[in-house]
């Protein structure tokens, strides 16, 4: 049975009726809740699985859960390396159909999925659902820890390895291991030479798709980070890091050695404190890596003392 808008042959009547959703963008099952809606019944009842943390499947290398054993049998592909769907334009290879799909569209240029707020598309549904939450501010993910807030499921089980150190993904070729699947699979691209991020402007190509956005705002000239002690711009987070332990707190030394050989004396509150996951870690661990040389003041984390140089720095005459 073919639909009029594309040729798709399906071989029953329901089949038919669920891939005209497709094209109608209808979804007419809804999560009870989180409202969030699904065009199969089926995709909701995976989806409910989420709110009762019912994980029956699990890995037998690293022992990651999952609700379904079609994500289990995708997530061991992450071991074995197989990935066995390759794009028909430039032959790169996936480990699932879905992403497969979405690649497709960086060739097509389609994307079909509005934000109703500001009009941004997207390429997947699922990126549109995450952007939205940027307008609502909304964050359902919270940590057991620390209690930091995400806006993705993704983001907090990347963040509770900060806490375990936990590091599951072990490269074949050196057997460095990672915390996080995408980060081995970015160092693998070191051994395999494989570049397959490209340049619209320049067409110099990069291993990583952060390397790239930094690299493009070379021509854009777009510097998005911004020091909070002297409000000097950046275009990526590692010059701007570089620049506040090295620049601003080398100007505050300075500046402190002349107060005639007398040290200068703190004045930041404790209101100022550490977020409370640091403050958890300086607890257990005793660890404070972070030291101001212009009081000696010693931190958990690198942007409770940023916060704490601006104190300094507002002090210059």
């Not at 699990?58 to 074995?80: A, Y």
């Not at 307008?135 to 900060?162: A, D, I, M, N, P």
């Not at 403050?279 to 101001?292: A, I, M």
Request: glycine letters at 4%; charged letters at 25%; a positive charge.
């Amino acid at each position: 049975m073919p639909f009029e808008v594309c040729p798709k042959v399906f071989v029953s009547a329901k089949g038919l009726r669920q891939h005209v959703l497709v094209h109608t963008g209808e979804r007419p099952f809804e999560c009870s809740v989180c409202q969030k809606t699904f065009a199969r019944a089926e995709c909701l009842k995976l989806h409910l699985l989420i709110h009762t943390a019912e994980k029956p499947h699990e890995c037998g290398v690293c022992h990651k859960k999952f609700r379904v054993s079609c994500h289990l049998v995708r997530h061991q592909r992450i071991h074995t390396g197989e990935r066995p769907y390759e794009c028909t334009v430039c032959h790169r290879a996936f480990a699932g159909s879905a992403n497969l799909r979405s690649h497709l569209r960086t060739h097509t240029g389609e994307r079909p999925y509005e934000c109703p707020v500001c009009r941004l598309a997207f390429r997947k549904y699922d990126t549109l659902w995450t952007h939205m939450r940027t307008h609502t501010g909304e964050k359902r993910f919270e940590c057991s820890v620390c209690q930091k807030k995400f806006l993705k499921s993704s983001g907090l089980r990347k963040h509770l390895v900060s806490h375990t150190g936990e590091k599951p993904f072990e490269c074949t070729a050196c057997h460095k291991k990672f915390a996080r699947a995408d980060n081995l699979a970015s160092h693998f691209r070191i051994h395999t030479g494989e570049k397959p991020y490209e340049c619209k402007v320049c067409h110099e190509k990069f291993n990583r798709p952060s390397a790239l956005a930094t690299h493009s705002r070379t021509h854009t000239g777009e510097k998005p980070f911004s020091c909070k002690i002297c409000l000097q711009k950046f275009a990526s987070n590692t010059v701007l890091k570089n620049h506040i332990l090295r620049e601003c707190q080398r100007t505050l030394t300075d500046y402190s050695a002349t107060e005639a050989g007398e040290p200068v004396e703190c004045t930041v509150s404790d209101s100022e404190a550490d977020s409370l996951r640091a403050h958890v870690r300086s607890h257990l661990t005793g660890e404070l890596p972070y030291k101001c040389t212009v009081c000696h003041k010693e931190f958990s984390q690198s942007g409770t003392l940023m916060t704490h140089l601006r104190a300094h720095l507002a002090e210059l005459p």
